[in-house]
């Protein structure tokens, strides 16, 4: 088990770097210049843009960009936004724990609400719980997140003034972020949820298990949804790295200052150390909570863990 933990770990700095080195050539290709968000090309004169060109090292070729990026990296330096000449790490460390909480607490919404009312789907199909359980999947796997924040904003703070619509102080904050990220992720547990166990609940071990004369609840909570959670665990993994990826607009539209926010501002204005340092530390979250899932696949399911 420890030799498997250490090849997915070297499989996932891998996956680090490729990702670095794949925004990294795509930066340098997009059209614009860095040095056009720090001063304006119709004032400035030809030879100071060459200078700052210079000072910035853009004007050096691809490779040797890219192994001084990585030289940085190595030593804790991610370079300095362009716009204000801050530190990139320092300005990322303090907007990350706003996002990973927003995520944390989505994710915690999709999981607890999404197997829940799989189960309960599965358990009772057909019924009015199942009709009413697979529309509920169904909002929030077609709502879009920017709308149902919207939506949540006009019910919750403004008519009935429960929680608050904007900031990232207390957890009344993220009450309602949470929610309109973590109604999508519900959605699509809940689907994958369902669809497994209606599977497991056919197998023959179920038939047998309840010939042995074990309880109903038993057989459907100890043994067909601990099978029925493998493909669950799967799309739990991927939906966290859809929620990082939707902060961008949920923490617009709750006017929340963390790492969406961050790269927003950042691509708007073309600061690309700042960009290429976001998206760093979202691989290498997005990297980790997928070696996470990888290692529940052994705890979940015996067969996994004898086979490794």
């Given amino acids: 088990m420890v030799w498997t933990i250490f090849q997915r770990l070297i499989a996932s700095l891998l996956v680090i770097f490729g990702s670095l080195v794949l925004v990294f050539t795509i930066l340098y290709v997009l059209p614009g210049d860095p040095t056009d968000a720090m001063i304006d090309p119709a004032l400035a004169t030809p030879e100071a843009i060459a200078a700052l060109r210079h000072q910035l ?7 040797v960009q890219l192994l001084r990026y990585f030289g940085g990296i190595f030593r804790g330096d991610f370079g300095n936004s362009l716009l204000n000449s801050d530190p990139v790490l320092p300005k990322i460390v303090e907007s990350l724990p706003a996002t990973l909480a927003l995520t944390a ?3 915690f919404v999709s999981v607890v609400v999404g197997i829940l009312l799989g189960v309960l789907s599965a358990i009772h199909r057909n019924r ?34 429960w929680f608050p619509a904007m900031g990232s102080d207390g957890w009344r904050t993220l009450v309602l972020p949470a929610l309109a990220l973590g109604t ?13 166990m209606l599977d497991v609940i056919g197998e023959q071990f179920i038939v047998t298990l309840r010939s042995k004369g074990l309880t109903e609840r038993a057989v459907m909570y100890r043994h067909a949804l601990r099978n029925a959670l493998i493909p669950a665990v799967t799309m739990i993994g991927m939906l966290i790295g859809e929620m990082l990826a939707d902060t961008v607009v949920i923490e617009t539209v ?14 708007m204005a073309k600061d ?15 990297v980790f909570v997928n070696l996470l899932v990888d290692i529940s696949y052994a705890i979940i399911d015996p067969r996994v863990r004898r086979s490794t």
Avoid: C, N
């Avoid at 697979?134 to 709502?143: T, Y």
């Avoid at 709750?254 to 691509?267: E, H, K, L, T």
């Fill in 272 to 286: 690309l150390p700042v960009v290429q340092g976001v998206i760093l530390f979202s691989a290498a979250i997005y």
């Fill in 184 to 196: 999508v992720g519900a959605g699509f547990i809940l689907r994958m949820v369902r669809s497994s």
């Fill in 57 to 63: 090292g853009v004007d050096q070729p691809f490779h």
């Fill in 128 to 161: 009015a719980i199942d009709i009413i359980a697979r529309i509920i999947g169904l909002f929030g796997i077609s709502m879009p997140t920017f709308w149902s924040g919207i939506l949540l904003i006009l019910i919750f703070s403004i008519t009935l003034g």
């Fill in 254 to 267: 709750f006017s929340r200052q963390g790492i969406g926010r961050v790269i927003s501002d950042a691509i």
């Fill in 105 to 107: 607490a989505s994710a």
